[in-house]
């Protein structure tokens, strides 16, 4: 989508009454006529209502996306969802309810293992099929994803480690696994970089100052002190952050994740290992200790049982043999990912990144992808930034458009465009690197920003929702979003929220659906049970970015068809002279209603504007209309 540049015109007070957020003002187009981006067929349209904004609030714009609105950069855009093309439905997410599947699990932790070196990635060239168009991020992770069985010999290599030095990385990895676990399970937030564990012998020494029993100590870790370290500065990052784990026995109530409880939670997670290894595993004043089941157990038995016990007889494929060969390369190397939240605006880095991304991945040409595209698509934004109050209104960050950067040992390697609003983070379009495909860092960037809606509720309670663009039924590439569970459609009649699973029958039969209609249908419920067409084969095997909403060019035709408007029910202007007379209209830095301004224009152009100002507030709503400046000039 095309957007001129417009610079933010935010008032003392907007012109719904003394809010101090500033004011929105916007240039209405009308109608508009664009090639569509999503289906790519010839002679298909995408039909839209368009306005460009000089300033919007983040209230207004919320309320915006929550009638079907989008933005692109400046330019705000409503798909006429019964003459579109491809009808696309805004689709949410309430992030406490969200339930991460298999797929979003592996995500997480294929990320984790590439952070700690133990992803083993084989670089082939990317499958170009004979169009110029990619084979697709599924078959391309499927070919450079290789846990190697055939890779060289992890003992050879350090012959001089003896079987105690061995067995502690064995131990410290088991730890990160378990730690991996937390994270996945949401015990552990997902938006911090967490330390790495290492395990330390107790020197015979030492266990002379500890309490009667420790004789049988063996190994012992800190981690937990590291971790609760970790969270706390992240605390102090965004004003005492606090995370909330729900469980029966907790009764809702927020858990502070201490030292000791954060060792317990590991202690919990590592019973196999005690199992397997003939060791007991106990939390102990926030340390992980290892201790011997037995006191006639000697060391190397307990070294040997731990590590070979973990091979299984099939050899190199196994998950044994891969775990030990992890255990056994303690100089891997280790990544550090941080995630950085900032104001949206202009970076050589994000635009380079931007550019290899397009060319790689979309195939655009390089004329294409120009400076001024990119920051008519993705840096302009109208928002006015509204800071943090620190009254619990809203968030450390603030409301407005921001880039989320993902960095690994200091390379940029992903960006997400979004914008933060009193209800919702909504996604926008993500970037990446190209060289990274196998990350699927589009699947991993949603599952940060739906955990940063859940962090930051203890901020804003408002604050629920992740908005995840367009859904588009009919696009195969635009599916993947609604496995993000549970998610909702809005309904383009009424603009009412409706369970995806309700109405996904009804979409499969036909593209455009009045959804509201159906919400509470008993046939539809029945059908819903019948037809269980969720392939778990198919789930998310297109890694597309968030929100893979093509940048539209537009035509200068303005499609206004009023002989087909006034014979469509869902879209007739209606010309009630009441309706509109609340309008709020921007005229020569003025602010008038329509009512007392009328009779400045002659019959013809009051008949042009009214046709204008009653379809605009259609398409916003009498609400909006009131409050948002109509600019005239």
């Known amino acids: ?135 697709g991020p599924s078959s391309y992770v499927d070919n450079e ?37 937390c994270i996945g399970s949401r015990e552990f937030p997902f938006d911090i970089q967490l330390p790495k564990a290492s395990v330390k012998k107790v020197a015979p020494a030492k266990k002379k100052l500890l309490v009667e029993g420790s004789e049988d100590l063996l190994y012992s870790s800190n981690i937990s002190f590291q971790i609760a370290a970790a969270l706390k500065r992240a605390e102090l990052e965004v004003h005492h952050l606090k995370l909330s784990r729900h469980s029966a026995g907790e009764n809702d109530q927020t858990l502070e994740l ?66 030990r060969k992890s ?27 931007y550019q290899r991304y397009q060319i790689k991945v979309h195939n655009d040409t390089p004329d294409h992808v120009t400076e001024s595209s990119y920051r008519r698509f993705l840096v302009d934004t109208p928002l006015v930034f509204v800071p943090s109050t620190g009254d619990g209104t809203v968030p450390p960050c603030g409301f407005g458009s921001f880039h989320q950067r993902y960095v690994i040992d200091g390379q940029l390697v992903a960006v997400g465009v979004i914008d933060i609003l009193p209800k919702c983070l909504s996604s926008k379009y993500l970037f990446w690197d190209p060289d990274l495909a196998f990350l699927s860092l589009g699947k991993y960037s949603a599952l940060q920003e739906i955990s940063w809606v859940s962090d930051n509720q203890v901020h804003c309670p408002t604050l629920q929702y992740y908005y995840l663009g367009y859904y588009i039924h009919s696009c195969s590439k635009m599916r993947y979003k609604a496995a993000y569970r549970p998610s909702e459609l809005l309904c383009p009649l009424r603009y009412q929220w409706v369970p995806f699973e309700i109405v996904r029958p009804l979409l499969d039969r036909k593209p455009y659906v009045i959804l509201s209609d159906f919400a509470t249908s008993q046939n539809v419920l029945e059908d819903h049970m019948e037809l269980q067409l969720d392939d778990p084969g198919q789930e998310d095997s297109n890694d597309v970015p968030i929100d893979e909403d093509e940048e539209m060019e537009l035509d200068s035709e303005d499609s206004d068809d009023e002989s087909w408007s006034e014979t469509n029910g869902l879209t007739s ?61």
């Open 1 to 135: 989508m095309a957007a001129k540049k417009m610079r933010n015109e935010a008032g003392s007070s907007s012109s719904g009454g003394g809010n101090s957020r500033g004011e929105s003002v916007v240039v209405d187009v009308g109608r508009r006529r664009s090639s569509c981006g999503y289906c790519k067929s010839r002679g298909n349209t995408s039909i839209s209502h368009g306005s460009w904004a000089r300033s919007l609030t983040v209230d207004d714009y919320q309320a915006l996306l929550d009638r079907g609105w989008r933005r692109s950069g400046s330019f705000l855009y409503k798909p006429e969802m019964e003459r579109t093309c491809c009808p696309s439905y805004t689709i949410r997410l309430k992030a406490s309810d969200f339930v991460p599947s298999k797929e979003q699990h592996r995500v997480s932790k294929r990320l984790q293992r590439f952070l700690d070196g133990t992803l083993d990635v084989k670089r082939q060239d990317e499958s170009i099929d004979r169009s110029g168009n990619s084979t």
């Open 327 to 353: 255990s056994e390369n303690p100089q891997v190397k280790r990544r550090r990912l941080e995630i950085e939240l900032k104001r949206s605006s202009f970076d050589p880095e994000e635009f380079s990144l």
């Open 145 to 181: 994803i290789k846990i190697s069985a055939a890779k060289e010999s992890v003992v050879g290599n350090h012959e001089g480690k003896n079987k105690a030095e061995q067995f502690m990385h064995y131990l410290s990895d088991q730890i990160n696994n378990a730690v991996d676990a």
């Open 258 to 323: 201490t030292p000791q409880v954060i060792a317990e939670k590991l202690a919990r997670s590592l019973t196999q290992l005690a199992e397997t290894s003939g060791l007991s595993i106990r939390a102990c004043n926030g340390h992980i200790n290892f201790y011997s089941s037995a006191k006639q157990v000697c060391l190397d038995e307990v070294v040997d049982n731990a590590i070979i016990s973990k091979e299984s007889p099939g050899g190199s494929g196994s998950k044994g043999s891969y775990l």
């Open 573 to 633: 202007v209606k010309k009630e002279d009441g309706a509109i007379s609340n309008i709020l209209i921007g005229l020569k830095g003025s602010r008038l209603r329509y009512k007392d301004l009328q009779k400045a224009f002659g019959s013809a152009e009051r008949s042009y504007l009214e046709t204008q100002l009653h379809r605009y507030m259609r398409a916003v709503g009498a609400e909006l209309s009131e409050r948002m400046v109509y600019s005239l000039g």
